[in-house]
């Protein structure tokens, strides 16, 4: 356990590493991104090593399913964190955007920049891959970050960060940009550090999401559980209602944007159900429903109310049968988290209608949840998917980790000059 001065000293230092990073080159941040990738390929052995470990941890500690697809990482898995690691490279950079250039006057000129947040504290789950997304956007937008994954994934962690650490000693950018907390009581430290630590990502259930908040003076940008909704309206294309349906449940279940609840509209629930059921079933979905819906399935085990409210990131999904789309809208902003939720249908009207009362950071008209995802996005990555309604929301890629400056410049002018019944007039002319 690290003790609360080492850890301040931890903080310090990354916090250093930051401001020098925070005024790098786009090529010096993009050669940084590259020399980590290298270094990730180079260590792969050893991460895949370590993380076999902590699966086999986590195995005989009983971890449930979707945990355990979240924690494994395989070459493949690997792999393709490493081609989004290189993919952020690619994007624009985010730090030095001119938002406002304005003279105020003659010679007295205004600019709105954007800049670096600072130090990061991202806490997430048991999932190995988030470490090098989340590395890969600090480095792009020149922060800082210290990071806390899941105890299950503590040895994969360990390795991923001790690669990136190492690719980053023979760049521009100062290894100490990242770092790495393992125990909890790192965490509840780190909650404390306000004076080096600028924004705290909390990636997790909404309990955990608010005990953070509770618990810190420092601003959150909270990643809370994805508790997404599909509705299936009357005026639905069966064959497309089918499709989205099964993939944003079962192509990645463990993922925070699988469908978790499905809506049908009462006039198409019998038909819908009917081609729906089998194919579920076939990818050994267990169906929780409603009365109606169980008249239609008997064999569907009986959702209650806790399932409305319930994130299963497994093969479970809870139906229900609607009378109209206001009931669909008015259900999901009670028991929905704010995170994607998406309608089939072919009533622009009704989708617009969709669209715009629910209340999500992702809102989708005849797609899968699937794609509420910051690589899907072109993003490159994210840092996690923000349920929250202030800005960053949704998938939070670079542009989320900037903030923006005021630079004013003049030529020996005072404000004393605009004022009183002579004062100068502002010109206020934006330039190009």
């Not at 310090?12 to 020098?20: D, N, P, V, Y």
């Amino acid at each position: 356990m690290i003790t609360e001065i080492s850890l301040t000293e931890i903080a310090k230092t990354t916090r250093q590493a930051a401001q020098k990073s925070a005024v790098l080159s786009t090529e010096a941040k993009n050669q940084a991104i590259e020399a980590v990738a290298q270094a990730l390929i180079a260590a792969a052995p050893k991460i895949l090593t370590a993380n076999q470990l902590d699966c086999q941890k986590a195995e005989a500690d009983g971890i449930a399913k979707p945990l355990y697809n979240r924690l494994k990482m395989d070459e493949g898995k690997l792999n393709s964190a490493i081609a989004g690691l290189r993919n952020v490279a690619t994007l624009p950079d985010p730090v030095g955007e001119v938002q406002i250039h304005r003279e105020l006057d003659q010679g007295l000129i205004l600019k709105r920049i954007t800049c670096p947040l600072g130090v990061m504290g991202v806490v997430f789950e048991a999932r190995p891959d988030a470490v090098i997304q989340i590395s890969a956007l600090a480095i792009k937008s020149g922060n800082g970050v210290i990071l806390k994954g899941g105890k299950e994934a503590t040895h994969s962690c360990q390795e991923l960060v001790a690669a990136i650490r190492q690719g980053l000693a023979t760049t521009a950018v100062n290894p100490d940009a990242v770092q790495l907390l393992t125990t909890r009581e790192e965490t509840l430290e780190l909650l404390k550090l306000d004076e080096y630590v600028n924004l705290i990502i909390p990636r997790g259930s909404n309990s955990f999401v608010r005990f953070v908040q509770e618990n810190t003076s420092i601003p959150v940008l909270g990643h809370a559980e994805g508790i997404c909704h599909i509705y299936i309206d009357k005026l639905a294309d069966i064959q497309k209602a089918v499709a989205i349906t099964v993939d944003a449940k079962t192509q990645y279940p463990a993922a925070c944007n699988a469908a978790e609840t499905l809506l049908i509209h009462t006039d198409i629930a019998t038909e819908f159900l009917t081609a729906v059921a089998p194919i579920l079933k076939e990818h050994k979905v267990e169906l929780r429903g409603d009365a109606p819906t169980r008249q239609i399935l008997p064999s569907v085990k009986v959702a209650t109310e806790d399932d409305w409210a319930r994130e299963y990131s497994d093969l479970v999904l809870s139906i229900k049968v609607v009378a109209n789309l206001d009931e669909a809208i008015a259900h999901i902003n009670m028991y929905g988290s704010g995170h994607t939720d998406a309608i089939v249908t072919e009533d622009e009207e009704g989708a617009r209608t969709f669209l715009g009362y629910v209340n999500a950071a992702g809102v989708f008209h005849n797609c899968s949840t699937r794609f509420s995802d910051g690589f899907r996005y072109g993003f490159g990555a994210e840092v996690g998917i923000s349920t929250q309604k202030l800005p960053p929301r949704g998938p939070v890629g670079l542009e989320g980790l900037v903030t923006y400056k005021y630079q004013v410049v003049g030529d020996g002018h005072i404000v004393a000059d605009y004022s009183g019944k002579n004062g100068k007039a502002f010109t206020h002319r934006d330039l190009d």
